[in-house]
């Protein structure tokens, strides 16, 4: 980035953090209005916030969850040697945690209270060099009667894809991008990528992974998580935190939870019932734990009319209890409420002040005063203080780790940069992601791939004029103030989840590369309102006159259009016309593609009949005014790909890469066709209700519980190749062990897990029950990837969706060569929460299941022999 782009957008994230806290600052120090029953037009609202009464509060640390390790099941280990992507071993780091909140525990046995308090408060923003800093500790030896550094305090930074805020870094594809994959191997390897650029510079905390569910298909900040599925997202964010810690940096698993709009993100309550949150909201964080994770970020909403950060039910019931996290819960920036947060379960106050800038702190000084009235009890603190200590100690950032090289809010002083390259050749994994996470919606005689095609006519959906969506910006890749604008190729949302780009390959380039070594003729067209023209004559040397004029008369005509996203802010768009789009505050206002692509795709496929549409976008789009338009030929649905854009979708254009990816959602043929959508409206004072009516059912789930045809299902995904599956078995898993038969025993007679600390993760539950089996073969000519994808159907007692995902697998197969492959089935994925009981049961009834190539498309069907 350049240093004077980086200064100016520096500058207006602290005014634009300002005023964001001034506001936040007055609407969290009052009871928010009650408002009158609302009118067809108006959106329901909140009227009641629950909160915690001044009073006298005790304090007992959880129970730590323990069990047995269990030799090629359960096996101990640390962060730095997690097991192989994809391995049936669950790793156990109890023992590791142990050890660090032992050490912990010893280490703040000699610190004095303010001390205590002192770990656990940020510093305010802008006063360390980070986006988020914790105090340091220097204590007296007494010795030499010297102070001495004992602890150096934490560095956090975002974000989920890659280090913001500085130089010299890699900007990976978007989560949603990674999701597309349905690899684990590559989510582990961008996750360890990441975790390396982190460490590089000095970072001890990425804030990441991001673990929200993509509820409502407009939501802003979608792209930066892994889709709409619970297990999908699971298992993303299991291989991110693996990855990332990995390298002995601490990931941040956000936003806890049920944060699912921007509008209105810090005023408004989600309603969610207990069922629905444990079996689809809470299970990505519990994977997340399982994974050994470091932190949670608690988000802005409030969740069943109590802040999410000082939800004594999500917090500790839920995270704490039932998943026995053992690390530290932060604040997002500015969500911290009260002094109280403390006993609700919060453990950091990020970035410390109670307004950006103000010097004051929920934490801090009022905490330490909490403490002597005997409102809050001194062994909470310290609680507080051995979590975060603990998970130092844990990822070994007391043994040599690097200091800080930079500064965030001074990046010109030479005294606070060194600068650090840490980029490495991690180019490599960013392309290969994105062309493995590009999906291929459409083919129609084998449009796809190219083969040398003597003339290509490149049509670019701009965004601000005069940019494109595949061409570079008029401002450079990193322009807009955290990308509060698009000008140029979409390979990134806005907002605080996106990073600076060391450089952006774009389409128009890349293909212009390959075309050189085609010697295939390229001509293009950057302006997708002036559609219409006279089309020259075949050898004319005169002036093109709009979209259609460049595309007539090519071998391929590729129309490159997008949509994007982002966090809390709406992109300038001053004197620009989005069309059908509108924006609402950072979430999209509508599903429609930008900048009239559907008119764009149309015009051009009217004079050209082999018309490939490329969409950058950061979730679902309702493709209907063309997508059966005999001209498409092919869609390509390419999401956010990261700053090795132009190359990756040459790689799947020409075949130098099958594609493989399944999409992580559903593309819909109507917006009014999914289950939900953002809550509008408010007033600045109202706390809007959100009501999550749909349950379980998002996503695909609803679309199938209503038999609604979708244009394309969730996990859909074309190849260039064929593939058939067979040889379908399943069978019991019996373990040597039986150090939880009882357990099991109960569970098969139907009776609910043990509500118990580390009841949800317990091995017992979470240990292969059953393994499926089957084969499949490429039928087809070339060289391809499948994904086989296994859906469970829970007999009709259990109340479930007609199909949830349990399980998926990745295959890379010659021509006529065949694989076999086993996916396991636990008892946590054949249980349901008994909201009841407080735990995980068996219903009764047959279970089935199916194995195929996406959530509509089973080439296999078993029963599971319960």
Known sequence: MALWILSTQ?????????????????SGSSQPSISTPPTSSEPATETTLITLPISSYTFSSFPVPSASPIPGTFSSTSP????PPGSELIPDFA????MAHSRAKEFISGLTLEQKVNVSTGVGLGNGPCIGNTGTLSLLDTGSNTTRLSWPGL????????????????????????????????L????????????????????SPVLGMGRVPQGGRNWEAFGADPFLAGEAGYETVLGLQQNGVQACAKHYINNEQEHKRDHESSHVDDRTEHE????PFMRAVQAGVASVMCSYNQINASWACENERTLNQLLKGETGFQGYTMSDWGAHHSTLAAVAGLDMSMPGDISFGSGTSWWGANLTAFVENGTISESRVNDMAERIIAAWFLLGQDDNYPPVNFDTFDPFNPAKNQNVNVQADHYKLVREVAAAGTVLLKNVGGALPLRAPKTIAIIEAPSFFPGNDAGPSTRGPNGYFFNFGLDGTLARGWGSGSTSMPYLITPLEAIQERARQDQSDVSWFLDNWALAGTQPLVGSQGFVNGANDTAFGQDVAIVFVNADSGEDQTINTSNIVFGDDTLDFGDRGNLTLWMNADNLINAVAAVNNNTIVVVHSVGPAILEPWIENPNVTAVVWANLPGQESGNSIVDVLYGDVNP????PYTIARRTEDYPAEPVTGGTADEILLVEYTEKLNIDYRHFDANNIEPRFEFGFGLSYTNFSYSDLTIRAVHHTDHTSAALEAAWADGEASPNVEGGSTAIWLHRPAFEVSFTVANTGKVKGGEIPQL????????GEPPSVLRGFADVLLNPGQSKALTITLSRYDLSVWDAGAQGWRKPDGQFTFSVGASSRDFRLKGSVPL
Request: charged share 10%.
């Open 10 to 26: 520096l500058s207006v994230l602290c005014a634009l953090l300002l005023a964001a806290s001034s506001v936040n600052a007055q």
């Open 80 to 83: 730095k040697s997690p097991p």
């Open 95 to 98: 023992p590791a945690w142990a």
């Open 155 to 186: 560095c956090l930074s975002d974000s989920p894809l890659g280090v913001n805020y500085v130089d010299l870094v890699t900007a990976f594809p978007a989560g949603i991008t990674a999701a597309s994959t349905w690899n684990r191997t590559l």
């Open 188 to 207: 582990r390897l961008r996750g360890e990528a990441m975790g390396a650029e982190f460490r590089g510079k000095g970072i001890n905390v990425a804030l």
């Open 280 to 283: 689809i909201y809470l299970h």
């Open 660 to 663: 493989s990816g399944k999409l």
């Open 791 to 798: 859906y469970l159907h829970f007999p009709s007692s259990a």
